[in-house]
């Protein structure tokens, strides 16, 4: 196909054809009958296709990991009131919860990724695999916890969800562990 050629196909299959609409010229320098192509054609050497494209599934895995992606995303507002800090900072950092760097193995089934400036010297993010319970620990200042993913179970029983909280008050012996779901997300500040 000459340059020429292309810059008029350029001018003149824009969406209409993707569409699956009949081609009209949009001026009249430009046809696609003079261009020659059908439905299947070879332009330098690469396949090109006129035929409306087919919608692929995506897989249950790929599938659920966009879905928790964008409860992630969700819940930027949320992160952002927990960790006191804006919605950008906060939606920058749940972006980056799904991936494995900066996650540091406390101990088998416990992951912690630190919130990064700002946010105070004990913020983060603790991953929690389904067999592990935290053991019973107190802390001189109170541990706030926000579940982002899973179903977290605390010491007295209560089991709480994607956007609801714990409150740990400063020298309280407590423990917490992950109620039947693969794994726990969770924000976690003590202050």
Not at 55 to 70: C, D, G, I, N, T
């Amino acid at each position: 196909m000459s340059r020429d050629d292309r810059t008029r196909l350029d001018a003149c299959v824009p969406d209409r054809v993707a569409q699956g609409a009949q081609a009209e010229p949009a001026d009249a320098t430009c046809t696609l009958h003079e261009l020659q192509l059908t439905s299947e054609s070879s332009v330098d050497g690469l396949e090109v296709s006129l035929a409306k494209p087919e919608y692929v599934q995506p897989s249950p895995k790929l599938k659920s990991r966009l879905m928790e992606h964008a409860r992630l995303l969700a819940m930027a507002p949320d992160i952002a009131s927990f960790f006191s800090v804006n919605e950008e900072s906060a939606r920058a950092r749940a972006e980056g919860l799904e991936r494995t760097e900066g996650w540091l193995q406390v101990v088998r089934g416990l992951a912690w990724l630190p919130f990064g400036p700002g946010a105070g010297m004990c913020a983060g993010f603790m991953r929690i695999e389904s067999a592990f319970k935290m053991p019973s620990h107190q802390h001189a200042a109170t541990e706030h916890v926000l579940v982002l993913a899973g179903r977290l179970r605390s010491h007295d029983g209560s089991v709480i969800g994607p956007g609801e909280t714990l409150l740990f008050p400063g020298g309280t012996a407590h423990w917490f562990g992950v109620d039947a779901c693969p794994e726990v997300l969770a924000a976690v500040r003590v202050s």
